[in-house]
């Protein structure tokens, strides 16, 4: 079964702080996702990576960047957090063979409280 | 520019019953639709895919979904509701070029009551 790990199931950071959120998938999947969660306004696309070093912006990419150095990871920075970036976080990966609309598997999420 | 537009943000059934999840999705070229489902302190996992190769899409854990065109909608059934279905459901579309992302709608939370 593909894994897509993301290394923090809670974080609590204080307004200003940089945060870093991590995820690992282990099936050699060309494309990376990184979406927030949010009640009643589902799941919104931050940025996504359809290779190595390889980013593009999604739909609310401000106050965001990210990093894709190796193919496995994509790391996703909040160089200076306010607290409407308090969300939850999915990282999700998916195959190239058919394009971004292709199944995506996804980890079990970030809970980030900005306070 | 695609969307998808879930009924009902809280289902509740008993357990036994129908389960019946709205989506509608608006596009001005053909679609894929999604539904993916997401467990407590879970990530979303991929419930079934409508690529037009047949109009009801069977998925897992006894779901299936009929796409509608005349009415755009791409609603999630399931005859017989059971505990274990309890979750949050998101309906999601995207175009069929290879650089469409999807784009999800906002999801309904099912609750089974015993």
């Known amino acids: 079964d593909v894994k897509v790990t993301q290394s923090s199931r809670y974080l609590v950071k204080r307004t200003g702080e940089k945060v870093f959120l991590e995820c690992v998938q282990d099936?050699?999947?060309?494309?990376m996702f990184w979406y927030r969660q949010d009640p009643g306004l589902g799941l919104r696309l931050i940025y996504f990576?359809?290779?190595?070093?390889?980013?593009e912006k999604g739909d609310i990419p401000e106050g965001y960047s990210v990093s894709r150095e190796k193919k496995e990871r994509f790391s996703l920075i909040l160089e200076s957090t306010s607290t409407n970036q308090t969300s939850m976080y999915l990282c999700?990966?998916?195959?190239?063979?058919?394009?971004?609309?292709?199944?995506?598997?996804f980890g079990s999420g970030t809970q980030l409280s900005v306070l | 520019a695609q969307s998808v537009t879930q009924l009902g943000s809280h289902v509740s059934v008993s357990e036994g019953a129908l389960v019946l999840l709205r989506c509608n999705y608006s596009?001005?070229?053909?679609?894929?639709l999604f539904w993916y489902v997401q467990y407590p302190n879970q990530g979303l996992q991929l419930l079934l895919k409508?690529?037009?190769?047949?109009?009801l899409v069977k998925g897992i854990n006894g779901f299936e979904a009929e796409f509608k065109k005349s009415e755009t909608s791409f609603h999630l059934t399931k005859p017989s509701a059971h505990m274990s279905d309890a979750a949050e459901y998101f309906c999601?579309?995207?175009?069929?070029?290879?650089?469409?992302?999807?784009?999800f709608g906002s999801g309904t939370r099912l609750s089974i009551r015993p």
């Open positions: 999601a579309v995207s175009g069929r070029s290879s650089a469409s992302k999807i784009i």
């Open positions: 596009s001005s070229v053909p679609p894929y």
């Open positions: 990576s359809y290779d190595v070093k390889m980013k």
């Open positions: 999700a990966s998916s195959p190239q063979l058919a394009g971004l609309n292709e199944k995506l598997f």
């Open positions: 409508y690529t037009s190769a047949a109009t």
């Open positions: 099936m050699d999947h060309e494309n």
